[in-house]
């Protein structure tokens, strides 16, 4: 059973929309005995970094997604929720994160290295490029997912970087490590390839239950 971590700044509805069509189990809560029962976990995200990091300290839930995780509950991290999982960011101010992962989270530029200026936010299909064997990966090829962000992260740990994508920055697109997981896209909105990873997930949480 997955539980979707309702901290107020979640894209809730099409992530639970698209659990329900792949037919797996799911609740969506903000308390923490709830979503003690759940066999993995999921932490969605949409606007500040230093609001949701602000909102998560506030209400428990921030010590409560750090001890389980440190039991071995497996935890994905969508968009904002993925960006949340590294150490730091400077959006609206500097704040800390999780630091389950190791880097950092920037801002595009919008000039390349040759002066030349690129929309922000970075907003639209763009193709996955892998970068290392995961589960989460199985039946995924090079395909295009959806993006709405204008913030990436950028990290020196290569070990982390299961898949990325280009938008003149190379963007960590889906990362992992041990039970920690994030995408950057979204995909719940990302057809077969953002489903299939929702699959691919929900499936290894079944298999940690076990």
Same mark, same amino acid.
């Given at each position: ?15 639970? %929309? ?18 003690? =029962? ?65 880097? %950092? ?73 041990? %039970? ?8 719940? =909105? ?8 929702? =699959? ?11």
């Amino acid at each position: 059973m997955i539980g979707i971590i309702d901290y107020g700044m979640g894209n809730l509805y099409s992530v639970s %929309k698209a659990l329900e069509r792949l037919g797996y189990d799911y609740f969506v809560s903000e308390v923490e005995e709830d979503l003690a =029962k759940a066999t993995g976990l999921i932490l969605p995200g949409v606007g500040s970094f230093r609001d949701a990091m602000s909102i998560l300290t506030e209400t428990g839930l921030r010590t409560f997604i750090e001890k389980e995780v440190e039991a071995g509950k497996p935890l994905l991290g969508i968009c904002l929720g993925m960006q949340l999982l590294f150490e730091e960011s400077h959006e609206n101010g500097h704040a800390e994160g999780f630091s389950f992962l190791p880097g %950092k989270v920037k801002k595009f530029p919008g000039k390349d290295a040759s002066g030349l200026t690129y929309k922000v936010p970075h907003m639209g299909w763009n193709r996955l490029v892998h970068q290392k064997d995961s589960f989460l990966m199985n039946e995924v090829g090079d395909e295009h997912v959806y993006f709405v962000h204008s913030y990436y992260v950028d990290t020196d740990d290569r070990d982390v970087l299961i898949a990325s994508a280009d938008y003149v920055e190379e963007v960590p697109a889906v990362v992992g490590k041990g %039970k920690v997981f994030g995408t950057q896209f979204h995909p719940e =909105k990302s057809s077969h390839a953002g489903l299939t990873i929702l =699959k691919n997930y929900a499936q290894y949480v079944e298999r940690n239950e076990a």
